[in-house]
């Protein structure tokens, strides 16, 4: 099956690529597309740059001009639920946009008409990952992602994003990419490992652990690979 894995930033998949070692790379719309081979199944990799319309554009990419049948998203996120620590994985069962408001019109928060709050991730892939959990000996965490055009380094506003999804972790690229995935009917599976706590020393904690976070999600998402 031909299968798409995407970062955001080039930190994302460059451990993802280290473990491949043979790929060729195409150059389009502004951005580097890895072409590999891996576990009997055609691989197109690639990092996105950070936020909703880049990571937009990469998916429609990736299904559309390179006809990729599922979707992988590995990277590191704000951790928002007490029960998620630097480190831990969590995949999306499903992802909002935290950051869209039309309130005045009388929607609700992170509506967007004629379409929805909450898309979910594909079922099946969960239920993969949660196997390879066990299999693996490593915990993971199955909750609600938030999205949004920011990076989060406030308790205020980790805890209003919370209150108003449910959320248990945020990112800023998860939502866009399930919704191109949605509206092509491609199954999708997004995860991430925590990176900082989106409070007041995310900043400096992402900057620390952003490479060990990233490598902790690519390593479960070569796994994931192998078993499709
Ligand atoms: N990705 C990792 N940490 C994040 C944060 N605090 N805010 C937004 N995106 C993130």
């Known amino acids: 099956m ?51 319309v880049f990571s937009a554009i990469t998916a429609t990419i990736m299904l559309e001009r390179y006809g990729a049948k599922a979707l992988l998203f590995s990277g590191v996120a704000g951790g928002i639920s007490k029960d998620l620590k630097i480190g831990d994985l969590i995949m999306a069962s499903a992802l909002c946009q935290h950051d869209v408001d039309i309130t005045a019109f009388g929607h609700p928060e992170g509506f967007i008409p004629e379409s929805f709050v909450m898309i979910e991730s594909d079922e099946d892939m969960r239920s993969l990952a949660s196997e390879i959990a066990v299999d693996m000996g ?64 995310a900043g400096m904690d992402f900057d620390t652990f952003l490479k060990s976070s990233a490598q902790v999600s690519a390593k479960f998402i070569l796994e994931m690979v192998k078993r499709i």
């Open 138 to 201: 490593v915990d993971l965490y199955e909750g609600i992602i938030a999205t949004g055009d920011q990076f989060v380094a406030s308790s205020e506003r980790k805890e209003w994003i919370e209150k108003t999804f449910n959320a248990d972790a945020l990112e800023m690229e998860g939502t866009s990419v399930a919704c191109v995935c949605q509206n092509f009917g491609v199954p999708f599976f997004i995860l991430r490992a925590i990176s900082d706590a989106a409070d007041g020393d």
């Open 2 to 52: 031909k299968i798409a894995i995407m970062g955001a930033m080039r930190e994302e998949i460059e451990p993802i690529l280290a473990a491949l070692g043979n790929y060729t790379i195409e150059k389009y719309a502004g951005n580097i597309y890895y072409h590999a081979e891996y576990a009997g199944h055609e691989l197109i990799i690639a990092y996105s740059k950070i936020g909703k």
